[in-house]
């Protein structure tokens, strides 16, 4: 049994849309905006919002070990991480952010995730370890296919963004949504799916305004 409260670590950027700013009790959240902030941090649970998969970024991340360690890694499979990590897929715009999409290797989830799912209204569904788990990998697909359609002149970012929210009852268009998630982290999710499908190949133009603002 642990003790109580929970605290839970949390990395964040402005445009996480995953979990609130303050939960129930018995958990108390501690923000950073940081990563020095953040890894000086002590608590039961770190998330990492802006893990970038780099061999860096693991090394630090295994210093707060043996607490719980749950990465935004949509990208990266388990397999591509320390042993114990969770991975989490902490896209932003999703119509349901109570689910938390989750992949880990073993059998049942640490305590303190459930109960810090618990104290946020969330609730945490298992899906296979694959590359880009399940609505990152269909909306990656969609957003490439829109950003194909710009490239070959057919709409414009605006009518196309739209069109799809008009026509699909989409939260958002494609182009605010790469923009949402981050134009980089889109990119290397569609790379990294490349490697097994062709289908999968990124757009040129995506690719050229990697660095846009």
């Known amino acids: ?7 839970v670590a949390i990395l964040a950027n402005d445009r996480q849309d995953l979990f609130p700013p303050h939960c129930e009790e018995p958990v108390v959240m501690l923000w950073a ?9 002590t608590a039961d649970l770190f998330i990492d919002l802006d893990f970038d998969g780099s061999e860096i ?8 070990q043996p607490s719980i360690i749950m990465v935004n890694s ?14 989490l897929n902490a896209w932003p715009g999703f119509t349901h952010p109570e689910i938390l999409e989750l992949a880990f290797e073993m059998d049942e989830l640490p305590e303190p995730i459930n109960l810090f799912a618990a104290a946020c209204g969330k609730t945490c569904l298992k899906v296979p370890d694959t590359i880009g788990m399940i609505r990152p990998r269909m909306l990656a697909m969609i957003l490439n296919e829109a950003w194909m359609a710009l490239e070959e002149k057919i709409s414009s970012r605006k009518d196309i963004d739209t069109a799809m929210k008009m026509g699909t009852n989409y939260p958002l268009g494609p182009f605010e949504w790469t923009d949402l998630i981050g134009k980089k982290q889109v990119l290397t999710l569609l790379q990294q799916l490349e490697k097994q499908n062709p289908s999968y190949k990124p757009s040129s133009l ?7 603002p």
């Open 206 to 212: 995506l690719e050229r305004y990697i660095n846009e």
């Open 1 to 7: 049994m642990m003790n109580l409260p929970i605290k």
């Open 74 to 87: 949509v990208s990266w499979t388990c397999k591509d991480l320390p042993t114990g990590f969770v991975r």
């Open 57 to 64: 970024r693991k090394k630090q991340l295994k210093t707060l």
């Open 33 to 41: 905006d940081s990563l020095d902030k953040f890894l000086d941090q």
